[in-house]
């Protein structure tokens, strides 16, 4: 760990993870076996990190988020070791983009989220998707490239399809709305 990387309270690292300079790391998270978690990466807290993923900056993961073993986030849009002409590239020779991860999303095993990409709100990434563009709040979304395979709750379970763009959860009894291909949470008159 970077003595300019900060870490939160009852966080805990385990051996052989890199935390670059700068990084955040919230409350109570865990940082898994060999992962990697580069130059100012925001990290909220009760965010789990398994084993040997790479969160490259400038990457930020809002509370609770799952990264899954072996995922990773990229970070330039046109990789290339060298420059037209030859030389090789240095940092100064190109703009990193980031991925954004939202409230309580989930990235499966072995996930490549390409940035620049946005992952929604309680949303789900299937082991081994490849996420090329922003998955909204709620989707789970598998395959390569990834596509919005269904819907899941708060819980991580797929929820069923109550009609006339109601959902229900079927661990929580949570309710919600799909309008126009967004998905959120019902209101408890709409719940009703």
């Not at 805990?12 to 978690?37: F, N, P, S």
């Not at 490239?145 to 708060?154: D, H, I, L, Q, Y």
């Not at 797929?158 to 709305?177: M, N």
Request: include cysteine; proline fraction near 5%.
């Amino acid at each position: 760990m970077h003595p300019s990387a900060t870490i939160g309270d009852r966080s805990a690292v385990w051996d052989l993870a890199q935390i670059r300079e700068e990084a955040t790391l919230g409350t109570d998270c865990v940082v898994g076996r060999g992962a990697y978690i580069g130059t100012g990466v925001r990290i909220g807290d009760n965010v789990k990190i398994q084993n040997y993923a790479l969160v490259y900056e400038p990457a930020t993961l809002a509370d609770g988020v799952f990264v899954g073993p072996a995922a990773v986030f990229t970070n330039d849009h046109n990789p290339r070791s060298v420059a037209p002409d030859g030389t090789l590239k240095r940092a100064s020779d190109w703009e990193a983009v980031g991925v954004d991860v939202a409230e309580g999303a989930s990235i499966g095993a072995r996930a490549v989220c390409v940035a620049p990409v946005r992952i929604g709100r309680w949303a789900m990434v299937a082991a081994g998707a490849v996420v090329t563009r922003d998955v909204p709040d709620f989707a789970l979304v598998m395959g390569v490239p990834a596509k919005r395979a269904g819907w899941v709750g708060r819980g991580g379970a797929r929820l069923e399809h109550e009609g006339e763009g109601r959902w229900r959860c079927p661990e929580t009894g949570a309710h919600y709305v799909e309008s126009d291909g967004v998905l959120s949470e019902a209101e408890p008159e709409e719940a009703a």
